[in-house]
T-cell receptor, first 113, second 109 residues
């Protein structure tokens, strides 16, 4: 089975801090994704990557950046955390770009105070 | 992408089949129907997807009408662990998944 792990289940940070969320998948998937999930808004795509060092903006990239130096690892970076970035962050991976069989990690609930 | 319409919630008895409907009347020819579920406090889990033909895997069956305007996800023998929010998503063969509100399914003993 595909396993997608995220570095933390819960995280509390202060406004202005730089925040790193890490995601690792163990199935050699080419594609990796970062979403955030908020009540009433569903899942929204922040960034995705289809190869090492490649990235593309999703629907809500503002305030975020990403890094993919190795195939199995995809990091989401909040350069200067703000309270409106308090959310559930979900990482996912898939075997190919053509196809939406995505495998999700357990999520990181980030609170920015 | 086409939008979907699902009931807000439904109950199901443990051990019985759960039939989850989804309407997608504006689906286009190259769009698939995907089903995911999300158990409380976990990430979404892929269940099944299909284009035209009915599909079955170890988790569920997907029945798509001939005109492709609606589909039904069938959980053959619901258990308490199947209590979750179920999302029906229609999309072309790319990376974009648009999760709506889904159907909250409660399996009761």
């Amino acid at each position: 089975d595909v396993k997608v792990t995220q570095s933390s289940r819960y995280l509390v940070k202060r406004t202005g801090e730089k925040v790193f969320l890490e995601c690792v998948q163990d199935m050699d998937h080419e594609n990796m994704f970062w979403y955030r999930q908020d009540p009433g808004l569903g899942l929204r795509l922040i960034y995705f990557s289809y190869d090492v060092k490649m990235k593309e903006k999703g629907d809500i990239p503002e305030g975020y950046s990403v890094s993919r130096e190795k195939k199995e690892r995809f990091s989401l970076i909040l350069e200067s955390a703000s309270t409106n970035q308090t959310s559930m962050y979900l990482c996912a991976s898939s075997a190919r770009l053509a196809g939406n069989e995505q495998f999700f990690g357990p999520g990181t609930r980030l609170t920015v105070l | 992408d086409a939008k979907t319409t699902q009931p807000t919630s439904m109950d199901c008895a443990e051990g019985r089949a759960a039939n989850l409907p989804c309407n997608h009347s504006t689906i286009s020819g190259n769009e698939y129907v995907y089903w995911y579920r999300q158990i409380h406090s976990q990430g979404p889990q892929y269940i099944i997807h299909g284009l035209k033909n009915n599909e079955t895997n170890e988790m569920a069956s997907l029945i798509i009408t001939e005109d492709r305007k609606s589909s039904t996800l069938i959980l053959p023998h619901a258990t308490l662990r199947d209590t979750a929010v179920y999302y029906c998503i229609v999309g072309s063969n790319d990376y974009k998944l648009s999760f709506g509100a889904g159907t909250t399914v409660t399996v009761r003993a």
